[in-house]
Each structure stands twice: as structure tokens, then as C-alpha cells.
Antibody
């Protein structure tokens, strides 16, 4: 079965760092870009950025550039989303998703990781 | 990046049809394929339509998509209670700051 499995929910304090993961299985991971998508409480979906698993090239939405970083593990089967200085406004559900070959859509989604930032 | 505009909500009785519009620009919908997603509460979004009008395997033909110019449409026929969810369109925006973009989302209510 083709799937993306994300790490579990996190509760962090403002100023802390965090790295959440997204592991692919059931397909050739390097063949498809992986994106991260944010959903803030009661809000819609926002595209954050993407990574090419073949060479770790990343591309970020201007809204998120400099605030987060996207990376891969050495085995290139797991993607990461990382913050170095969390803020309360980072509280959201974060989804990883596999980009279709055309690049316009996302055909496989992770189950989502709830990140809560609160003092 | 531009945002794609959808109506906040649509509703209809079971068995009826709803239509969800998605308005973009020449650099987004006007130049790229459109996808549609169903987002049920507590679940991950699911791809319903890709490349404007194609359905992934397992998606019933009650769901259909189309595109014309800078707008796209998702039709849901034979509405069922299980269709009650948020629906999003999405595409690539080829503007000065390119990137993937999503619609504002539409809540479908089955009366």
C-alpha cells in the first residue's frame, strides 16, 4: 500500500525547536516530490514548500521561507519539517503530501501531525 | 502567489447535485491543471480529481471536474450524507512567486 506516515502530535513551548517527520512506503520515494501543507485551527489548506527526494532541492512558499526548513534523511525515505523558534501562531495540523507527476496536485497524504505551541 | 476563490458553503438535499466553483487567474488555473480534494473532519485530505477532470481509481463517477479559462468546477451528483465535508481546489501558480496554491475551501452540507 502506498502511504505516508507522519510522526505523532507535539506540544511545545514558544521558542522551542521541533522536527516532525513523514515516512513514505509502498512506492519509490525518490520518484516524487514531497510537500508540506498547513491547516491552522478553523482555516483552510496552505502550501508551505516542497522537496525533491532525488537531490534534496527545496522550494518554499514566500509565506514560509525562513520560518521553516524541509529536509530528508540520508536514506531518502523520510521527509522532515523543522522549526528553530516556535511561536504560538505555529499551532496547526501539518500534512505531508506526495506531488503528482504533473506537479499540480497531491495524490497521497499523510495522516497529519498536530503541533500545539503554548506556554 | 494568488489564492483561488471558492464559495464558503453550498448545500443540497440527499440525491441532489451541488456545484463548487473555483476562480483563479491566468497564471494559476489559466495555465495549469486543477485538482480537487475532499477533506472530512479528522481525516487527511483526499484527491478527488486531478488534471482538471480525471478521477483516481476508487473515486465514484458522482464526482466530476471541469475547467474553462481561469475557472474550474467540481460537480457532485447523487449527494450522500457521507459527502458532507470541506472541498478544496488546487493548482500550480506560475506567477512571479510560483508555487502550489489551494482554494479558500467550500463546506458542503447535506440537508
Amino acid at each position: 500500500e502506498v502511504q505516508l506516515v507522519q510522526s505523532g502530535a507535539e506540544l511545545k513551548k514558544p521558542g522551542e525547536s521541533l522536527k516532525i517527520s513523514c515516512q513514505g512506503s509502498g512506492y519509490t520515494f525518490p520518484n516524487y516530490w514531497i510537500s508540506w501543507v498547513r491547516q491552522m485551527p478553523g482555516k483552510g489548506l496552505e502550501w508551505m514548500g516542497k522537496i525533491d527526494p532525488t537531490d534534496s532541492y527545496t522550494y518554499y512558499s514566500p509565506s514560509f521561507r525562513g520560518r521553516v526548513s524541509i529536509s530528508l534523511d540520508e536514506a531518502r525515505t523520510t521527509a522532515y519539517l523543522q522549526w528553530n523558534n516556535l511561536e504560538a501562531s505555529d499551532t496547526a495540523i501539518f500534512y505531508c503530501a506526495r506531488l503528482t507527476e504533473g506537479g499540480e496536485g497531491f495524490d497521497i497524504w499523510g495522516q497529519g501531525t498536530l503541533v500545539t505551541v503554548s506556554s | 502567489q494568488s489564492v483561488l476563490t471558492q464559495p464558503p458553503s453550498v448545500s443540497a438535499a440527499p440525491g441532489q447535485k451541488v456545484t463548487i466553483s473555483c476562480s483563479g487567474s491566468s497564471t494559476s488555473i489559466g495555465s495549469n491543471y486543477v485538482a480537487w480534494y475532499q477533506h472530512l473532519p479528522g481525516a487527511a485530505p483526499k484527491l478527488l480529481i486531478y488534471e482538471n477532470d480525471k478521477r483516481p481509481s476508487g473515486i465514484p463517477d458522482r464526482f466530476s471536474g471541469s475547467k474553462s479559462g481561469t475557472s474550474a468546477t467540481l460537480d457532485i451528483t447523487g449527494l450522500q450524507t457521507g459527502d458532507e465535508a470541506d472541498y478544496y481546489c488546487g493548482t500550480w501558480d506560475s506567477s512571479v512567486t510560483p508555487g502550489n496554491v489551494f482554494g479558500t475551501g467550500t463546506k458542503v452540507t447535506v440537508l
